[in-house]
């Protein structure tokens, strides 16, 4: 880890850096195929922005203070407000089609963007970026994190292998129409608290990469 990188909060003068960071990772309308190199972004306008960080719940990765990676997320109130809750019923749950109403019951938090620019010197901080925003939310009360990641027409593989690392489990899908690309699949992931909780963990691999983790997370806020 370089010594230059912190994490913080946004604030409001971050919103041309983020938005800066979100360009760079733009899927084109016309994109199939593979993701480009780092993952992408879909979505959302500055304003959205704004109101993100407004929340409090959107955290940047600074290297030597420019902005470098963000994450935004909405707590459980925020969530039961947004549209993507009001389309919950379009998720396809499989045969987990019991999860949702058991979630329903829950404090939840919406892991909404998760983006970090490509390149090797940032290579191993995708894992800390998405331990931290997922760590705060359950700070806050929350039970269960969801999030989802884009799957069709263009596979989003950067976003996975970090879900992947703070215990994310893909439990359904959900058929979308975003204004920028046209119809798009999204995989659903939920994160219980439990799955950052060195604690809970079998694994004594897990344990100690939870705890290192959680070490780096302090030492760069």
Not at 166 to 191: K, L, N, R, Y
Request: aromatic fraction near 4%; hydrophobic fraction near 45%.
């Amino acid at each position: 880890m370089s010594a230059g990188l912190r994490l913080r909060p946004a604030r409001p003068d971050d919103l041309a850096a983020i938005l800066a960071v979100k360009q760079r990772l733009r899927l084109r309308p016309d994109a199939a195929g593979p993701a480009p190199r780092g993952g992408f972004l879909l979505g959302t306008s500055p304003d959205q922005y704004a109101r993100l960080i407004a929340s409090g719940r959107t955290h940047v990765l600074t290297d030597h203070g420019l902005v470098v990676g963000f994450t935004a997320a909405l707590a459980d109130a925020e969530l039961r407000a947004s549209e993507l809750w009001q389309r919950r019923g379009q998720i396809d749950l499989g045969e987990r089609a019991a999860l949702l109403p058991a979630l329903e019951q829950l404090p939840l938090a919406y892991l909404d963007q998760l983006a970090l620019l490509p390149g090797p010197k940032y290579r191993l901080c995708g894992v800390l970026l998405a331990y931290h925003a997922v760590a705060a939310l359950f700070a806050e009360g929350c039970a269960v994190v969801i999030t989802t990641v884009v799957a069709t027409p263009t596979r989003n593989l950067a976003s996975r292998p970090l879900l992947a690392a703070v215990g994310a489990m893909q439990v359904g899908c959900i058929a979308e129409q975003h204004p920028e690309v046209g119809a798009i699949t999204s995989d659903v992931f939920v994160v219980p608290s439990a799955a950052l909780d060195p604690e809970a963990q079998d694994d004594p691999r897990r344990q100690t990469r939870l705890r290192r983790l959680a070490a780096l997370s302090r030492a760069l806020s």
